[in-house]
């Protein structure tokens, strides 16, 4: 072996050793059992025997790259891309003078790229997207005059483009999308006659765009999106690009018009221009025949003349058109019929928000593929194509705001797959038809401001799918509001208000728990406000006004502690006005037109209560007396043998705390024992520090519960027990466990005994379904069934951050401490190591160190009382604006929150914890992977996997079962999981101050959720 082949030998193990995780292998293979020329990625020149390849990709290798790699002296290609190599790229890879392949992407690299890199003066490909690298571009990169492909994408470059880029005479692709660039696109880019790919989107590039570029006749992908383009597209613009695949130019602010030499580009596939401020006419598209993806929304295209939608017909030659939007500008005229003979293939059409008027052309029913059809906020009348009704795979179809007229069509029954139906705000007659009982996954119903008539059918309200909201306001409908509206059980919202509807109100209303906003006013509805309602507590929003109910304000109001709004004016309600809860807010609570109302604060300015105005009530009142008189007296003779029997059993019955004053349960120590088989291990459900938790069914009723019972031999326990107590008494919210009693007391042999019984999670812990015990049956979660959980935990801790009076840290956030009803929705539960949060400074100390658990907990974070907290206040309105909801549900992609919290800085204690420790596991729930991950160690953790993982290899980090489970694989899909990604990374980042705050995430994730059922928006 000559001196050559030894520097090369001793290069090669000094790589090896700086290789700290090899899950697959490799490194093991590179021994001196064969010559190093055999090693696995290595190849050597046949008559030297030097090292000229070196391919090791996909192999998941951790570590760092070791400045040996520069010994390497003809090495001509290094691909190293698709593995998790961290810490800085050494500075003697320049010294590779023969290389000409470099393949770092999609790894873990930080610090800035060393710029005597370009002293690989042949190197041709340079790739190192989708890392960690900071700092500005090295010009001197412009000096590679044989490079073909630079890919410096999703890293965190700053600065600008380097003017000497337009030197690279050779360069076929330029990517570097996803930094942080700024500044101007360099005019010299124009020269790069060979380019076929420039790749731009998600930076901040500002200024025009130089016209050298529309003469880059190669090129066939331009993607400028999402940045900050300016200046004009003007109409006369000679675009020369006849090779033309891609042109992705939306979410700018471009003005001017549409270049017509643009519609020459015969090769065209995808054209996005949407979300600028282009005008003036469309030009006609008939040469665009490959046309796929076309969007032009949130604009300002159209004159507002007939003719402005000519250009439509031309469209019927793109025989592969999916998606197409032009909603959002400014068109008029009437829609033609040719939209009937628009492609086949066509998924997505959204022409909504304009002024189209005549009647929605019945050859629409054609399009056979059609998921997305948005003909919303224009001018259409005449009756609803009944032929729509054909369009089975139908997803959402959006139609209000508009003159239409006639029945709804009875053929929307066969929409099986329709989730969302907003007919809103036109002139519609004729009764609901009870064929939409059979849209079995339809999610909301909005048929409000029509003039629909007859009674409300009970297939329809009783539509068990329905989990966000029903409208059926302002209409004319009449008879009862019928029983099955208890069906309702996931309903968050309900508005039968403004019609003529009557009788008493069904005690099956209280069965729609999740109720949050019920709106029954203007109505003939009579009788009491039924007591069933008592189970609403989730209510925000409560208007019963303008009807004729009768009785006292029922106690329980007091009780609903989310209740921001209740109008129960214009009544015939009588009594005391109560004084506590939401009756404390006179701007939140309307009484008047109630003329036997009395009491209550002096901001309501009612008559005090008396003798004479409760006349009524004398004989009520009497009873009651009576009642407590016996009641004191059985209660004495109870007390006196209670007492002489707690002599004799005072060591074999421990006591029982009621936890609430709305506990459903009286439990005692006997009582459990028998529920759970006396703690039998076959009714173990799981264990902590603290104490395990048993299931139970008990002898009276069958009730299913789940007893946690604490080990008070462990430290911390009986506190635990406390904070917990005191945590729970008094928060409600759907997505929080539910406490059903709390005993404390002394078992069989003496010992204190501490217990929480809780209401019984039939589907178990969010732990048991991402990591599933080998052949145990249960089947992997979806998508969608992760964004639902992600959303309800994102919610619990909203309210607990923002919506409780003192609030509430939970401190100990993951997977096991989430559970699962038997309809899949998420309780967060184990409020053991919870803190709350005043202004006062506590006693406690940071030598508590870390609450929490590892992996989950914030690194390097004391969880002490914050001195500097103050609560967010944040009025969360209720708004049904039709205008904007939907732009932001279907078309505008480009609206990006920059609202970044700036409290809970340093050690103490703060919201931001638990923000952290949701942000793991976000993206624990979407990897599949634990943050105690064994690959996970040498710096690299859960977090920094996930965001070398993202863009072009995202692949890479999603669970696998996401992959296997989806039919369709197309980057809208991927899109969704990019944003949940970035959600995630941002909760989870060192920083506190840099951490959202719970309402932006809850609101990004539940409008990701709407999103995945209205894929409009074409995705890179």
């Known amino acids: 072996m000559d001196s050559g082949n030894e520097t090369d030998h001793q290069a090669l193990l000094e790589l090896k050793a700086k290789i700290t995780g090899d899950p697959l292998g490799v490194m093991p293979l590179w021994n ?20 000229t390849n070196l391919q090791l990709p996909s192999l998941k290798l951790m570590g760092a790259l070791s400045p040996f790699i520069g010994n390497l002296s003809f090495l001509r290609v290094l691909n190293l891309q698709n593995n998790s190599f961290s810490h800085a790229i050494p500075r003697e890879i320049g010294h590779l003078y023969r290389l000409r392949v470099l393949g770092l992407n999609n790894n873990s690299f930080v610090g800035e790229l060393p710029a005597n890199i370009s002293s690989c003066s042949k190197l041709e490909i340079f790739n190192v997207e989708s890392n960690l690298l900071e700092g ?9 005059s044989y490079l073909k492909e630079l890919d410096f994408g999703n890293n965190n470059f700053n600065g600008g483009i380097p003017h000497s880029f337009g030197n690279l005479s050779a360069l076929e692709i330029i990517i570097l999308s996803e930094n942080r660039l700024s500044g101007r696109i360099p005019e010299a880019l124009g020269q790069l006659i060979n380019l076929t790919l420039f790749g731009l989107f998600e930076n901040e590039i500002s200024g025009n765009i130089p016209s050298s570029i529309f003469n880059l006749s190669n090129i066939r992908v331009l993607d400028f999106g999402l940045n900050q383009l300016q200046g004009n597209l003007p109409s006369d613009l000679r675009i020369n690009m006849p090779y033309l695949e891609i042109l992705s130019i939306d979410c700018n602010k471009l003005t001017g018009s549409f270049p017509v030499s643009l519609s020459n580009s015969s090769n065209l596939s995808i054209l996005q221009v949407q979300a600028n401020k282009l005008s003036g006419s469309l030009p006609s598209f008939e040469k665009l025949d490959k046309l796929s993806r076309v969007m032009f929304y949130g604009n300002y295209f159209g004159s507002g003349g007939v003719s402005d939608l000519s250009f439509l017909c031309s469209l019927t030659n793109a025989t592969s058109l999916q998606y197409f939007s032009i909603a959002e500008n400014n068109f008029r005229g009437i829609l033609p019929e040719c939209i009937g003979n628009f492609s086949v293939s066509l998924i997505g059409l959204a022409i909504g928000h304009n002024k189209i008027f005549g009647r929605i052309p019945a050859g629409i029913e054609n399009l056979i593929n059609l998921e997305v059809l948005s003909v919303t906020s224009n001018e259409f009348t005449g009756s609803i194509p009944h032929g729509l009704g054909r369009l089975q795979k139908l997803k959402q179809f959006y139609a209000y705001i508009n003159s239409l007229s006639g ?14 139906l907003k007919l809103d705000v036109n002139n519609l007659q004729g009764s609901i038809p009870s064929d939409l009982g059979r849209c079995e996954n339809l999610l909301e119903l909005g048929l409000s401001f029509n003039n629909l008539t007859g009674s409300i059918p009970s297939a329809v309200i009783g539509l068990s799918s329905l989990s966000i909201f029903l409208d059926l306001s302002s209409n004319q409908l009449t008879g009862m509001l019928p029983v099955e509206v208890g069906n309702l059980k996931n309903l968050g919202a309900l508005y039968v208000s403004s019609n003529k509807l009557s009788g008493v109100l069904p005690q099956n209303l209280g069965s729609c728990v999740r109720l949050e906003i019920l709106h029954l006013q203007g109505n003939f509805f009579q009788g009491k406000i039924p007591s069933s309602l008592n189970s609403l507590k989730a209510l925000q929003v409560l208007d019963i006004s303008r009807n004729n109910i009768s009785g006292e ?11 921001q709004y209740l109008n129960l004016s214009f009544n015939d309600l009588e009594g005391a006005l109560p004084t506590e809860g939401v009756f404390k807010n006179a701007s939140a609570t309307f009484i008047q037109g109630n003329n036997k109302l009395c009491g209550g604060s002096p901001a309501f300015h009612l008559p005090r209560c008396n003798l004479k105005s409760s006349k009524s009530r004398s004989s009520n009142s009497l009873r009651l007396k009576l009642a407590i008189v016996f009641a004191i007296l059985g209660g004495i003779l109870v007390f006196s043998f209670l007492l002489l029997l707690s002599f004799r059993k005072k060591k074999k019955q421990p006591t029982t705390t009621n936890f609430a004053e709305n506990s459903l349960l009286k439990l005692s120590y006997q009582s459990i024992i028998k529920a759970t088989d006396g703690f039998s291990s076959e009714n173990l459900v799981g264990s902590g520090n603290f104490g395990s938790v048993f299931k139970g069914i008990l002898e009276e009723g069958g009730v299913v519960i789940a007893v946690k019972v604490f080990n008070l031999l462990s430290r911390g326990a009986s506190r635990s027990f406390m904070v917990e107590c005191e945590a729970l008494k008094n928060i409600r919210h759907r997505n929080l466990v539910k406490i059903l009693t709390a005993v404390s007391g002394v078992d069989y042999q003496g010992n204190d005994f501490k217990a929480l019984v809780y209401e019984f999670m039939q589907k178990g812990s969010l732990e048991d379904w991402l990591h599933p015990p080998v052949g145990n049956g249960i089947n992997p979660l979806t998508l969608i069934q992760r964004v639902n959980v992600a959303a309800n935990v994102a919610s619990a801790l909203e ?34 190591l919870a803190k709350f949060l005043t202004t006062e400074r506590s006693n406690q100390s940071s030598s508590l160190g870390l609450r929490g658990t590892i992996g989950y907990a914030p690194p390097g974070e004391v969880y002490t009382t914050s001195t500097s907290f103050q609560p967010l206040i944040l009025q969360i309105l209720i708004f049904r604006s039709f205008l904007i909801v939907e732009y932001y549900l279907m078309y505008n992609y480009c609206f990006r929150h920059e609202l970044i919290a700036e ?13 952290y420790s949701f942000g793991i596991l976000l993206l624990e729930m979407f990897t599949g992977k634990r943050p105690t991950d064994e690959h996970f160690r040498e710096g690299l953790s859960l977090h920094n996997f996930v965001k070398a993982g993202l863009a072009e290899q995202l692949d890479e980090i999603i669970d696998p079962i996401l992959l296997v489970n989806q039919e369709r694989l197309d980057r809208q899909y991927f899109q969704y999981l990019n944003s949940i990604f970035e959600i995630g990374l941002i909760c989870s980042v060192e920083s506190p101050s840099e951490r959202l705050h719970m309402i932006i995430v809850a ?14 928006r074409v995705h890179r």
């Open 136 to 144: 500005e571009i090295p010009g001197i990169i412009g000096s590679l």
């Open 407 to 420: 029945a709804i069509p009875t053929s929307f029954g066969n929409l099986t797959m329709l989730l969302s």
């Open 799 to 832: 309210y607990l951050h923002h919506q409780c009076e003192t609030p509430i840290i939970h401190c100990d956030l993951k997977p096991s401490n989430i559970l699962l009803d038997d309809e899949m929705v998420a309780h967060v539960g184990d409020f053991g």
């Open 903 to 915: 409290y809970g800085l340093g050690s103490e204690v703060s919201t931001k914890g638990d923000v």
């Open 553 to 563: 304000i029922p106690d329980f109001l007091v009780g609903f502690e989310l209740l």
């Open 1003 to 1016: 609101a990004k994730l539940c409008s990701i959720r709407d999103k995945l059922i209205r894929p409009t």
């Open 32 to 51: 001196n059992s064969v010559q190093f020329c055999q090693w696995y990625g290595v190849t050597c020149s046949r008559r030297r025997q030097r090292v």
